[in-house]
């Protein structure tokens, strides 16, 4: 009996460990399982292949308007604002009066200028008279030496000195003659300035100054404040901020179009006129304006506009589908699939052509992204890949 027993508890443990050993076989083929990863649990992604093409397209920027000529009017001279007719929106043309200034120390220079003036022309004409009336004297003097014993020779030989004096006393108050009429003009010239002109023909956009103020020239009393600010009307720069990546290819002549918030519908045109060939390295943008005509003063200065830019390469760039790029506020990249496995590509955008990009990178022709790319497709995932239907059939 106890044989019998033993028997059968041998036997139970054997089909136990038997059993055990299938249990850890069948649990060791489950977990191994997932890392053979079958092709059907793979996800599949559309992609599409890096082209190369001359860029020649059509870009919207934007653009501000700036008065052709504007300028902060200050008095050439230093006095008191005696009257000031103009006011903000006061439409002004060249070489009006506009207003006008006291400054009674110059009244008083040119006051003097002029008496000095006065008295050396009153000498000059003195002069004169003397030296013609001891050239009188010499002629006679010299004629009646023809007869012996008439004239002695040393009277004659000094009314010739004296006429010769005479001459040379003539040419230097003519000299001061010259000088006190020079001193006069400027003098003239400097009360002038006491009357305050416009520059050129434009419109009053501020005005600093009432009577009883003093003004001046930069450097003298009164120089921090001017008297107005005129704006050409008709004729605006517009500034355009062309980027780095367009500044070779600025088509200088063209006309542009061009829109304005304030006046929605319409457009306006105006050719490429000034280039700056420089560009800003805080804002990588290159100056350019435009020369707009505006004979019905439409336009207002400062107004923010949109300019239909044309962009135009003389060689390939290349361009990836719009939705290939991603950003996210860490860099600016592509999803690059090689050997079936996702690979990010910093890149730099440039203009869009339609619906494809511009981008610039490490990236060659045929390189094939994904389309819809996306950060949370992280590096090194295994993929399928897929030809999207608008870069040809599956």
Not at 253 to 258: H, K, Q
Not at 277 to 305: N, W, Y
Not at 306 to 326: C, D, E, G, K, Q
Request: proline share 7%; glycine share 6%; aromatic share 6%.
């Amino acid at each position: 009996m106890q044989l019998g027993k033993r028997a059968i508890l041998s036997f139970m443990l054997a089909v136990g460990a038997a059993c055990s050993a299938c249990t850890d076989q069948n649990q060791s083929r489950t977990q191994a399982a997932p890392a053979l990863q079958p092709q059907s649990s793979l996800p599949i992604v559309a992609v599409a292949q890096v082209i190369s093409q001359k860029l020649n397209t059509m870009v919207e920027l934007p653009a501000q308007l700036a008065p052709y000529e504007v300028v902060d009017v200050f008095p050439k001279v230093a006095g008191f604002v005696k009257w000031i007719k103009v006011d903000v929106g006061a439409r002004v043309g060249k070489g009006e009066l506009i207003a006008q200034l006291e400054a009674p120390e110059l009244v008083a220079r040119k006051a003097e200028a002029q008496s000095r003036y006065q008295s050396a022309e009153a000498q000059l004409v003195s002069a004169q008279a003397k030296l013609a009336a001891d050239k009188a004297t010499y002629r006679r003097m010299s004629a009646a030496s023809k007869i012996p014993g008439v004239v002695a020779g040393n009277d004659l030989e000094v009314a010739q000195k004296t006429v010769q004096s005479d001459e040379g006393d003539l040419t230097a108050l003519q000299k001061n003659v010259k000088a006190a009429q020079d001193a006069l003009r400027a003098a003239a010239q400097l009360e002038a300035y006491l009357n305050i002109r416009a520059p050129f023909d434009g419109e009053v956009t501020a005005r600093y100054v009432h009577p009883g103020a003093l003004v001046g020239p930069p450097g003298g009393p009164g120089a921090a404040t001017p008297l107005v600010r005129i704006e050409t009307l008709t004729r605006h720069r517009l500034l355009v901020p062309v980027p780095e990546y367009d500044a070779n290819s600025v088509p200088q002549g063209r006309e542009v179009d061009f829109t304005v918030p304030s006046l929605p519908g319409k457009r306006f045109h105006a050719p490429i006129a000034r280039v700056s060939h420089s560009v800003d390295i805080k804002t990588r943008t290159m100056s350019v304006e435009l020369d707009v005509q505006d004979p019905r003063a439409q336009l207002i200065p400062g107004t923010f506009c949109h300019v239909a830019w044309p962009v135009h390469r003389s060689y390939a760039t290349l361009f990836v589908p719009s939705s290939a790029i991603v950003n996210n506020l860490e860099r600016i990249f592509v999803i690059r699939i090689q050997n079936r496995r996702t690979e990010w590509v910093d890149v730099k955008t440039g203009e869009t052509s339609g619906h494809r990009v511009e981008v610039f990178g490490n990236l060659r022709v045929g390189d094939t992204v994904v389309v819809q790319a996306t950060d949370e497709l992280q590096p090194r995932t295994l993929v399928i890949p897929r030809l999207a239907p608008s870069e040809g059939s599956e």
